[in-house]
């Protein structure tokens, strides 16, 4: 433990697994404590065997309301002020325009847009004066990918939600800023209902396209969030782009 984070309080949404995970585990380290949720009841006993007495682990499901206010009300019943809270919790699933049912469409933004804005609106009352809120995007915001129309609308607005915090939490000095990955090696590459065969050729085509040669890894992103959180103390209203140069890099594939 290296005592960076020493008395500090964070939230993490989907935080059981992935980047949150990650990014949990990172602050652990550096002696934060830290709440964080998610719905999978598997995943949330594995993360109270593993991550010891500093991490209060909540069953929250972003897409639900009811929950997003137990959860406001945990988080000050534990926590009480805090100093980050990264929104994370996200669901992806892949379909070509002719076949997105309502059901994949509603999930999807229940869960990445709704989700995302009303637990930025129930805990930002507890964020401390100078604290600071990142969210996850995606790079799929500005790329035009097959397959991934609504995922991609789903976390471009999240991109503008986090513009318009910004700007709104200025008076209290609260930054709020978005992380963006590109292809990362996760449980379930955030693709939760994709098969094992779906799985092994979507990283493959990761690291045939990111100009770097390989996917990012879930302690990548979570280095990039806790920058953000932390140590980018002028930087707000921003997304981080944490890629390999997929975005922005002209290189031959590999």
Do not use: C, W
């Not at 953000?228 to 707000?236: C, G, V």
């Amino acid at each position: 433990m290296d005592n960076r984070y020493a008395g500090k309080k964070a939230v993490v949404t989907g935080g059981t697994i992935g980047m949150g995970l990650a990014t949990v585990k990172a602050l652990l380290d550096g002696g934060a404590e830290v709440l964080l949720t998610g719905r999978s009841e598997k995943n949330l006993e594995a993360a109270r065997r593993e991550l010891g007495p500093r991490a209060h682990v909540v069953r929250s499901d972003t897409s639900s309301l009811a929950d997003i206010d137990a959860l406001a009300r945990a988080v000050e019943e534990k926590l009480g002020r805090v100093d980050f809270v990264f929104i994370n919790a996200g669901v992806a699933q892949l379909a070509p325009l002719g076949k997105v049912s309502e059901a994949e469409y509603d999930e999807m933004f229940n869960v990445n847009t709704k989700g995302a804005y009303f637990t930025a609106q129930k805990l930002a009352p507890l964020v401390l004066e100078g604290g600071s809120f990142v969210f996850t995007t995606a790079v799929s915001n500005v790329m035009g990918y097959p397959g991934m129309s609504v995922y991609s609308g789903s976390k471009a607005a999240v991109r503008s939600f986090v513009q318009v915090f910004a700007a709104e939490l200025l008076p209290r000095s609260i930054r709020v800023n978005a992380v963006s990955p590109g292809f990362i090696k996760t449980p379930t590459l955030a693709m939760a209902k994709a098969s094992k065969e779906e799985l092994a050729a979507f990283e493959q085509e990761g690291n045939t396209v990111t100009p770097m040669g390989r996917i990012g890894t879930s302690e990548e992103v979570a280095k990039a969030a806790l920058f953000l959180a932390f140590d980018a103390t002028f930087t707000t209203g921003t997304e981080l782009v944490v890629d390999g140069g997929l975005t922005t890099v002209n290189a031959p594939h590999r």
